[in-house]
């Protein structure tokens, strides 16, 4: 029988090379070659650094990591500033990247909090039952959430309260704290709407209505539905389809990578990435149940937490049943930092069997 870590471990690379044929069959710059700076070539080379990353994390002990909330905590919160003031924009005006966009640290904050909420709330589970820990940690889940609303990403600052939501459920937070919790999110829906730019506005109303704006705001949802509609059941084929081909989809590589994928291959296609979704996060919560700590337990179920809403949110904004908040599809989506942090998270899963079979 396969251990839970070499499943993990089979799932990772499945998804990975999905990733990578995903990523050549929507390339722009594909004609290029691998060394011509194509998308694709860039992708491969991500792959390998973040493989390289994963087994190194998979073989330090997650414990130790867990000692570093403070400074991975402090290094979160300082590298988000550094984005307000030194960062990188986009087209739409919003500033995420440093270092002339190679690397998003909104991205390495995801990992950063599950390692600190863990270590944190693990270290005073016993008050779980006091305000002053749900108000504290209520306050240092906002900071970095804040700053990453502000940049402005609001598709990362969902995972942020998605893991902080999880975070208090698995630390057996009172009911009604959690929510309270809740309350105040719908009660902050109305007031943030003013803070959205113009173009989040123009998404979230699309959302409702595609067709208000079918040449503008609405267009990506339009294309991303076409696109999967054309694929049908077994797809149009390999590097084939108009919408990912001809390049009506826009973003096909990136946001919207699932629905070109879905052109060539097919419902099957789709269905295929699904299962392996499933089956990854199927694992890492079966590791979770398994881990031999409180710790290992907390970091696997937020481990789970981050793929699962990122996965649904990104399928779901390609069928047009959520908003488009520029969530990356994880591993199959280009982008580095994006590649990288989730090897990281997954590694960080990987270990937690190691540290079990080393106690046992």
Known sequence: MISSRLTLILLT??????????????????????????????????AGISWAIFFLVSRLDYRWCLRLEWPLYVFMVLSLLAVLFFG???????????????????????????????????????????????????????????LIFIEPDIGTS?????????????????????????????ALLPVSWPFLADYQKNRLLSFIDPYRDPLGSGYNVIQSQIAIG?????????LSGSQSQLRFLPARYTDFIFAAWCEQLGFLGGAFIVLLFIL?????????????DLEGKFLASLVATMLVFQIMINIGMNIGVMPVTGIPLPFLSYG????????????????ITRRRREDD
């Open 230 to 238: 054309a694929g049908g059941f077994w797809g149009n084929g390999f």
């Open 336 to 351: 580095g930092s994006s590649l990288l942090i989730t090897m990281v998270a997954v590694g960080l899963v990987v270990n």
């Open 13 to 46: 690379l499945a998804l990975t090379v999905c990733g990578i044929v995903a990523v050549f069959t929507t390339d722009p710059l594909r004609e290029n070659g691998l060394l011509g700076g194509s998308f694709y070539g860039r992708q491969i080379m991500w």
């Open 280 to 292: 990854l996060v199927g694992v890492v919560m079966k590791i979770a149940r398994e881990a031999p």
């Open 158 to 186: 969902m995972v942020f309260v998605a893991l902080w939501l999880a975070a208090m459920v698995l630390a057996s937070f009172n009911w009604k704290k959690i929510l309270l919790s809740i309350s105040f999110l719908a």
């Open 88 to 146: 990188s924009g986009d087209e739409m005006g919003a500033r995420r990247w440093l270092f002339s966009r190679s690397v998003q640290p909104s991205e390495f904050a995801k990992v950063a909090y599950i390692i600190f909420a863990a270590a944190h709330l693990v270290q005073n589970i016993q008050h779980a039952d006091e305000w002053g820990l749900y108000i504290k940690f209520c306050i240092l889940t906002a900071l970095p959430g804040v």
